[in-house]
């Protein structure tokens, strides 16, 4: 029935300050869609942005996000592109599960303590 994720959507303190957190970081490219809305795109997938609030329909809280991303990078390039972003790493490498198998792993929070992992299958 599902053949794949679309988008997703964070909820975060303050939209801009998240936007340059993850253009900088993780090199995401920011769109606008619907009625001024922000977004990150990567691949052929998006974060969608919201504030606290901005969306009734869901119980979203600023900070209860936990995205696995998969990087083309090796990880010693990831790491080394985080220090240099002042970005501390809270794990990793280490091995974890994946949806499609072993995957390899560095953990960090974002400006509103979302967990972000970057990995790569092994």
């Not at 939209?15 to 993780?26: A, H, K, P, Q, S």
């Not at 922000?38 to 998006?46: D, S």
């Not at 936990?66 to 091995?95: M, R």
Request: proline content about 2%.
């Amino acid at each position: 029935m599902i053949s794949h994720i679309d988008h997703i959507v964070l909820t975060v303190s303050d939209i801009e300050v998240t936007l340059g957190f993850y253009r900088r970081v993780l090199l995401m490219e920011e769109i606008a869609f619907g009625n001024g809305r922000k977004a990150l795109k990567f691949g052929a997938q998006k974060i969608n942005l919201q504030t606290l609030g901005q969306e009734p329909r869901n119980r979203a809280q600023v900070g209860s996000g936990d995205l696995c991303l998969i990087t083309q990078w090796n990880l010693k390039e990831v790491i080394t592109h985080l220090i240099s972003e002042n970005v501390k790493i809270v794990e990793g490498p280490v091995s974890k599960s994946g949806a499609v198998g072993e995957i390899e792993s560095v953990y960090f929070l974002d400006q509103d303590e979302n967990l972000i992992v970057v990995s790569i299958y092994k």
